[in-house]
């Protein structure tokens, strides 16, 4: 099959919306997502966007994606995090993960950042071979601190 890599459009934006919440699914926590289309397409589409996405689309259809956005090290400088790479569970073994991959990765190049990041759970196996495939490391001795929003809103002001 023939798919395209291109920058998403604000157009793109629902079916994105459901690649996200197909990961979800994939990922254990399918009543996790919150974010809305509106907000999908304020944070990327706006003049000053907060994240950045690449689509794979075969025919009319988005198929995969992935989504960045810049941070900072106080150690390196200029950061890249890729926050999400997905592939409809249809389509793939065709290469359009490893496509949106080096996409990400020709911007982190570009872009001359010091370093890029992203999470991969534990039990995901094929995702573990595949960037171990291009040389990633894996931090093990790192723990991945968050707190949402609920707990945010518990703190004393």
């Not at 950045?52 to 689309?57: D, M, P, R, S």
């Not at 931090?139 to 707190?147: E, G, P, V």
Request: net charge negative; charged share 30%; aromatic share 14%.
């Amino acid at each position: 099959m023939k798919y395209i890599i291109r920058k998403a459009a604000a157009t793109d934006s629902n079916e994105i919306l459901e690649l996200i919440k197909e990961l979800a699914v994939f990922e254990k926590q399918p009543d996790a997502v919150i974010l809305s289309e509106a907000e999908l397409i304020k944070s990327a589409f706006s003049e000053n966007p907060w994240v950045y996405i690449f689509v794979a689309k075969i025919d009319t259809k988005v198929v995969g994606m992935a989504l960045y956005y810049y941070g900072f090290s106080t150690w390196k400088g200029r950061s890249l995090h890729l926050e999400d790479l997905i592939v409809n569970e249809n389509y793939r073994k065709l290469g359009i993960g490893k496509a949106l991959m080096n996409q990400v990765l020709q911007i982190a190049k570009t872009e001359k950042v010091e370093r890029m990041s992203w999470e991969v759970l534990d039990w995901n196996e094929p995702a573990i071979k595949f960037y171990e495939s291009l040389g990633a490391v894996f931090y093990k001795d790192w723990w991945l601190c968050r707190l949402f929003r609920e707990d945010l809103e518990r703190l004393p002001a």
